[in-house]
């Protein structure tokens, strides 16, 4: 066994980082300790979906239909299981009653290689020297390897997780078009009713948005959509749900950041005496808003649930089978929730398949008229409609709207009340200038400041400007949001992550 040369583990390092590719991954890392152990046997499985693992390169060579082992099963599965090295200097070992290898192995170690939670395979290192013992360092040095390797192995993750997630698209394409065909003239009588969520304006970006609503409808593929407050994510979220084949089952929404977090996980998952939402959806569409305020524990149980297609509930071991369609919603950057650990890369990936943003109002200035318009007489009849002079409709166009839709609904219920005669004036509409935030003008003196200061006056600055928005402030500043908390750390300005 070679002490660590850190000139080539980085020279593998950058061969990984320019080829995305899983033969690559496994043959050249299988290549490498082989290299560093000089052992009878290198191997690299990989750990599928299912709990599986599959041999994949030996000794820098690609296997082709290589041996696989069921979950938990052969001493890769164990590991892949546990996510715990494991090594064994005896051929009587009862781990390996079930592992494949030639006679001529005396001793073995596994190790696994791990990125975050997600398992990607086990490294063994086989050896046929009847002297030769396995121990904790050769568990480190492999290890040590592996920590070099972390940028290449987080891409390759990543990689791992999209593929998994077309497949089961693809899948879920093929079972879709089955159906379809089965369905027949039924899935058109459905297809030809009319909606009855409306989704009021004209402009651009409003139009955009309901094209994608309706191709989106057609598939069967979770939806993320991200917008401000008062936007109406949860009405294009139903406006998704009756374009399409679940329309006839029902549409649920949870409100994640209303409910407890002792009681999120029963009214999710419910009990043997009362079906949870994802129960009563079943066959129709849950929308989960405020997303990104989900629990870790709870965010676990429902990936695996949207993985298997099966639930639990809270007092039983009974799998129960569902058929659900997800739509997500959050008025925050789901970046940051991710930077800072509080929601789960993972199930971010399954839950944005299809993501859609949903602009403010003040993007959406040549709605505000037809907007308030439709607010002002909503309810009321013909006789007694209200109409905006050119002057109030100024106004309105002219004010920024922090609270979009829904605050233009309040004030216009307020001004229907409070203006008299049917013509609406621009001094009947509330004091809108005032709530228009101004911008301060900065006169500066030149004071002389290293680099070093200029640089955190500047970040800080940005960040002030975006509200303290990490992932927005790191892209205003072209680099990472890694390198935004490093700087900041360096500042004193907030804590390092824990790892």
């Given amino acids: ?208 948005v309901l094209n994608i609503a309706k191709r989106v409808a057609a598939e069967d593929f979770p939806v993320f959509i991200q917008g401000e407050s008062g936007t109406g994510k949860k009405q294009l979220a139903k406006k998704i749900h009756s374009l399409s084949d679940r329309k006839a089952a029902e549409c649920i929404t949870v409100h994640c950041s209303s409910i407890a977090e002792g009681q999120i996980e029963n009214e999710l998952f419910g009990t043997t005496q009362r079906a949870g939402v994802l129960q009563r959806a079943n066959g129709g569409t849950v929308i989960l808003d405020n997303v990104e305020q989900l629990p870790t524990s709870i965010q676990s149980k429902l990936l695996r649930a949207l993985i298997s297609g099966e639930i639990y509930n809270t007092d039983s071991n009974i799998p129960q089978a569902i058929n659900v369609r997800v739509i997500s919603l959050t008025n925050s950057l789901i970046e940051t929730a991710v930077e800072e650990g509080t929601f789960r890369e993972d199930l971010l990936y399954r839950l944005n398949i299809v993501g859609v943003n949903m602009p403010s109002l003040s993007e959406r200035q040549d709605d505000i008229k037809v907007l308030a318009e439709y607010f002002l007489n909503l309810g009321k009849k013909t006789e007694d409609f209200k109409i905006l002079t050119s002057e109030a409709v100024e106004r309105l166009v002219g004010y920024n709207w922090p609270g979009n839709i829904q605050e233009l609904r309040n004030i216009m219920e307020r001004t229907y009340i409070l203006a008299e005669g049917k013509y609406v004036e621009g001094s009947d509409l509330p004091n809108l200038i005032v709530e228009l935030k101004e911008q301060e003008v900065v006169v500066e003196t030149f004071t002389e400041m290293t680099l070093h200061d200029l640089e955190r006056k500047h970040i800080c600055r940005t960040l002030e400007h975006l509200d303290g928005n990490k992932t927005r402030a790191a892209k205003v500043l072209g680099i990472t949001v890694k390198t935004l908390y490093n700087k900041l750390h360096s500042y004193g300005l907030v804590h390092p992550k824990a790892e």
Wanted: net charge neutral.
């Fill in 1 to 208: 066994m070679r002490a660590l040369d850190l000139n080539k583990v980085s020279t593998l390092s950058t061969v990984l980082l320019t080829n995305l590719d899983e033969g690559v991954f496994f043959s050249k890392i299988s290549e490498f300790v082989a290299e560093q152990f000089g052992e009878y046997k290198v191997q690299l499985f990989s750990a599928n979906t299912d709990g599986s693992t599959e041999l994949r390169a030996q000794d820098g060579k690609l296997v082709k239909k290589g041996m696989i082992y069921p979950k938990g099963q052969g001493l890769s599965g164990y590991v892949a299981r546990t996510k715990k090295a494991y090594y064994s200097n005896s051929k009587r070992d009862p781990m390996l009653a079930n592992t494949k290898r030639d006679e001529a192995v005396e001793c073995e170690v596994c190790v696994p290689v791990i990125c975050g939670d997600l398992i990607i395979g086990t490294i063994h290192v086989q050896s046929s020297n009847e002297d030769r013992r396995f121990g904790d360092e050769d568990v480190a040095l492999v290890n040590e390897t592996l920590s070099h390797l972390e940028a290449a192995i987080k891409n390759m993750r990543m990689y791992l997780i999209a593929k998994n997630l077309n497949k089961e698209l693809e899948q879920r394409i093929l079972e879709k078009e089955e159906e379809l065909k089965n369905r027949g003239p039924v899935l058109k009588a459905n297809r030809g009713s009319k909606s009855k969520i409306e989704i009021i304006g004209h402009s651009n970006q409003i139009t955009d």
